[in-house]
């Protein structure tokens, strides 16, 4: 079973509130992913944690902040996003964080449909 | 620079037809190289990946791609296009020791478009 969960399917929010994107997975992976990505675009990752911690933030504006809460979970938290935010969010897992090999594969969730008003 | 080009934006193919969308690539080192299909308003799901070993791969789905060192190509391909087949495909690079270590390198997409 390779299934990422992510949760709300939709979203619409405006540019003053504070909303959260949840992700889940339970195959016991130690490396999850945040990625944006924009219509008939490639996604661009935003963030890495693994086991748990932050490892990679690729410079990603304050007002998108990750949490991690246990192994199996992965929040994206927003907060006064603009209109150019509005994107589907990805989830990502993979069994092992990234590493010198690269051998790890990442399996995505379906992702969250953000529209900022 | 590590860069993956999809030089097609879309692919058009009749059901039943073979198929093949194109992928090359620029890094130093050996890259792992995967693919990934994207159907409309779903997450990627990854396809199959090369690693080492058999320059022939194959993958969910009957797809299949093959590995091209001295054209720095891995195209994806399938004998038999289905229309369920139509859907935005990603060719994806890493390399070890990287230093944009977890850091997967997307071309641009290509749009498969399979009729009937």
């Known amino acids: 079973d390779t299934e990422v969960t992510q949760t709300p399917k939709h979203l619409v929010m405006g540019m003053t509130n504070k909303k959260s994107l949840k992700c889940e997975q339970h195959m016991g992976h130690r490396a999850m992913y945040w990625y944006k990505q924009k219509a008939k675009k490639p996604p661009e990752l935003m963030f890495v944690?693994?086991?748990?911690?932050?490892?990679i933030n690729e410079s990603v504006p304050s007002r998108f902040s990750p949490e991690c809460p246990n192994s199996s979970l992965l929040n994206l938290h927003l907060h006064a996003l603009q209109p150019e935010d509005s994107a589907l969010y990805l989830c990502a897992s993979s069994q092992d964080p990234p590493s010198a090999t690269g051998l790890e594969t990442q399996y995505f969730g379906p992702g969250t449909r953000l529209l900022v008003l | 620079a590590q860069s993956v080009a999809q030089p097609e934006d879309q692919v058009n193919v009749a059901e039943g037809n073979p198929l093949t969308v194109k992928c090359t690539y620029s890094v130093s080192g050996n890259p792992y190289l995967f693919w990934y299909v994207q159907y409309p308003n779903r997450g990627l799901q990854f396809l199959l990946k090369y690693i080492t070993g058999d320059n022939l791969v194959k993958g969910s789905y009957g797809f299949e791609a093959e590995f091209n060192k001295s054209q720095t190509s891995f195209h994806l391909k399938k004998p038999s296009a289905l229309v369920s087949d139509s859907a935005l495909y990603f060719c994806?690079?890493?390399?070890?020791?990287?230093?944009?270590?977890?850091?997967?390198?997307f071309g641009q997409g290509t749009t498969l478009q399979v009729k009937p």
């Open positions: 944690y693994s086991y748990e911690k932050l490892s």
């Open positions: 994806a690079v890493r390399t070890p020791g990287s230093s944009n270590t977890g850091k997967l390198i």
